[in-house]
């Protein structure tokens, strides 16, 4: 599965491209090979964002292979650590992915982009959950994150009908943070990923692990747990040299320099 998701590291910037003809479908075995180049990205010391795409210009991916299921393989399969497509349930992951959706996000695909923590699309981009009208749920992600993520009754429609949303619309809930057309869309991921390399890599493991552990609670609720010292990642920061090192480059007019400690 190696030729199937390729992994690029430029520096700081990680790029894992699930390129898979003709839909980018994802089985078990494809979903342990993104799950192997996602936990790369966590281990490597030097990676502070990754930059996942699709190969083509038609499929960000089509979602669960049903080739393979027709063949037998169950929904249930083992996709390893990272759940199905490597990524919906790699709790571990505590840098920021950026989805760079180049076509159709189906189903799976669909749950594999809502996985990441910002979204750039296409304009030709299209959304959607299908797996009502193939007699199964979205069960990776897609009843859990959608509604949260954008209007209930929208998210309701999707999941109750199996509606398409442009990607226009999806920046209009939300859902998406820019719209480009496909011949910058890269470029446009990039961007985005350089400016979060801006800021300090500590800062981004704390508020990602602080937001993810307070994202069902109440404010009051919210406020108590950061408080208790529950949250390494968020702890961290305050003791860290980055927190001395970006207030003192603010007072001398200069761009910080992050040491990751």
């Keep these: 599965m ?38 790369a990205f966590r281990d490597a010391p030097e990676a502070r964002v990754v930059i996942l795409t699709g190969g083509g210009e038609k499929f960000f991916s089509a979602g669960w292979d049903l080739k393979a299921a027709a063949a037998g393989e169950e929904a249930d399969a083992d996709h390893g650590e990272g ?72 998210a309701n429609e999707m999941l109750f009908t199996g509606r ?25 991921a990039r961007e985005l990923a350089a400016q979060v390399c801006r800021c300090a890599p500590l800062a981004l493991r704390g508020a990602k692990a602080a937001m993810s ?8 609720e919210a406020y108590a747990l950061i408080r ?3 949250v390494p990642a968020y702890e961290a920061i305050f003791s860290s040299d980055d927190a001395k090192e970006g207030p003192l480059a603010f007072a001398e007019g200069r761009e910080p320099k992050w040491s990751g400690h």
């Design 83 to 154: 759940g199905f497509a490597g990524l919906t349930e790699l709790w571990s992951l505590d840098k920021p992915v950026i989805a760079a959706v180049n076509g159709y996000a189906a189903g799976g695909g669909f749950e594999l982009a809502l996985a990441a923590d910002m979204i750039v699309a296409a304009d030709h981009a299209q959304f959607m959950l299908p797996e009502a009208t193939l007699g199964i749920i979205a069960d990776a992600g897609g009843f859990i994150r959608l509604p949260r993520r954008i209007p209930r009754a929208i």
């Design 164 to 188: 398409r949303m442009p990607a226009e619309e999806a920046k209009h809930w939300g859902l998406v943070n820019r719209v480009v057309p496909l011949a910058e869309l890269m470029e446009a």
């Design 2 to 39: 190696g030729d199937l998701v390729k992994t690029e590291a430029a520096g700081p910037v990680w790029e894992i491209t699930l390129d898979r003809p003709k839909a980018n479908a994802i089985s078990a075995d494809v979903s342990r090979a993104l799950a192997d180049a996602f936990t």
């Design 213 to 220: 552990a307070t994202e069902m609670l109440k404010v009051e």
């Design 228 to 230: 208790s010292g529950k």
